[in-house]
Structure formats: C-alpha cells, structure tokens
T-cell receptor, first 119, second 113 residues
Framework: GAVVSQHPSRVICKSGTSVKIECRSL??????MFWYRQFPKQSLMLMAT?????????EQGVEKDKFLINHASLTLSTLTVTSAHPEDSSFYIC???????????????FGPGTRLLVL | SQQGEEDPQALSIQEGENATMNCSYK?????LQWYRQNSGRGLVHLIL?????REKHSGRLRVTLDTSKKSSSLLITASRAADTASYFC?????????????FGTGTLLAVQP
C-alpha cells in the first residue's frame, strides 16, 4: 500500500525558533498533500493544501506567514513553523493520495505525525 | 465551523460486543470515510462510502450513509481489545481532484478484555 513518512517524529524547540517538518510519499507521487494539526484529545483540523509547483492554499484562520509550506517535488512537502511559540505545540500530520491511471485516488494515506513541543 | 460531529464522544464496551459510532456532517459530499487512530499515532483508513451508496461492509466493519439526513454510522461487530482507538469520520466535499477532507470530532472507543 501507499506509504507516507514524516520527519522528525518528535521535536522540542525553544520559543522563537523555526522548525521544519518533512512529509514524503515513499512509493507514489503526490501533486497534492495536506497538512493537519491535532491538539490533545481533539480531532484533526486541516491547515493547508500543499500543491506541487505552486502556492499552498491555507484554511481560514491559518497564518500563511507563520506556517510556511513548500512542495518542491512530487514526493516531498515541508511545513515550517516560524518563530514557534508554546501555543504552536501540537501534533502535525500530513496526508497524500496517489494518482493511479490518470485519476487521483479518493483514499488518503497519512504520515505517522510529528509531535512539536515549544518550550 | 464545517467540522462534522460524532457521537458518542466516548464508548466503553466489553470484548465481543458490537460498537456503533455516528457521524453527522453539514455539506453535500462526494464521499465519507472512516479512519482509526491509535493514541499518538497517524491515521489508518478503514472504509470509504460514496454519496450514491447506502451501505458498505469490510470484514467486521459496516458503514451506512444517509445523505438526506447528512449522517453516517460505523458498526464494529464482535469487538476486540485491539479495536481500542479513536475513530473519525471525514467528508470529502471538494470539487475536482483536491480530495480535501473535513474530519468529525471523533469517538474514543475502549474495548475491555
């Protein structure tokens, strides 16, 4: 099956620093990837849609200058949390779905998530 | 918020019993999907039901969809302790090929051995 990886799995940083999270589709190409944020005991909230070769589309209320997304290749999207603060501490998850025979599959495959703790 | 709602928020049952979770959503959809998440982990896709389908089965899972009521249910039969996890419904309402998913609030299922 399709596999999506994330790196790092866990990161602790000081307030004010920037943190980059990578999302890779290991055995398929993904023109579109999605980034979600999940707070403890809550559901996933879609942050943005990452588009290969073009700008990301952000959901309402998500600061694009705070959460920089780059989708430079068909297998890699990165999310950079700039000037991180304690309230940015969360579980960040990415997802992607493969193209098969000219059609994008409806099923999304999720990465294992990255737990960010900002001190 | 466009987020769907699930009930119950938490469900505790004994092994062997059936577990039913319900999901309500707000907009018209292309499909509805159910995912499972073990604590602190990523999501695993369970089953997808399209807007023109009413019921679907996969192993011990049975999903129903009522588009007139904008609701879906997930039934897990003969539950096992290993089924303990959070379960989320997610709706795909996007046009074209974006496949953007909006998740429900989730149900935390605990299956007691």
């Amino acid at each position: 099956g399709a596999v999506v990886s994330q790196h790092p799995s866990r990161v602790i940083c000081k307030s004010g620093t920037s943190v980059k999270i990578e999302c890779r589709s290991l055995d398929f190409q993904a023109t579109t990837m999605f980034w979600y944020r999940q707070f403890p005991k809550q559901s996933l909230m879609l942050m943005a849609t990452s588009n290969e070769g073009s700008k990301a589309t952000y959901e309402q209320g998500v600061e694009k200058d705070k959460f920089l997304i780059n989708h430079a290749s068909l297998t890699l999207s990165t999310l950079t949390v700039t000037s991180a603060h304690p309230e940015d501490s969360s579980f960040y998850i990415c997802s992607a779905s493969p193209w098969v025979a000219g059609f994008q599959r409806e099923t999304q495959y999720f990465g294992p998530g990255t737990r960010l703790l900002v001190l | 918020s466009q987020q769907g709602e699930e009930d119950p928020q938490a469900l505790s049952i004994q092994e062997g019993e059936n577990a039913t979770m319900n999901c309500s959503y707000k907009t018209s959809i292309n499909n509805l999907q159910w995912y499972r998440q073990n604590s602190g982990r990523g999501l695993v896709h369970l089953i997808l039901i399209r807007s023109n389908e009413r019921e679907k089965h996969s192993g011990r899972l049975r999903v129903t969809l009522d588009t007139s009521k904008k609701s879906s249910s997930l039934l897990i039969t003969a539950s096992r302790a290993a089924d303990t996890a959070s379960y989320f419904c997610a709706t795909d309402a996007g046009r074209g090929a974006t496949n953007k998913l909006i998740f429900g609030t989730g149900t935390l299922l605990a299956v007691q051995p």
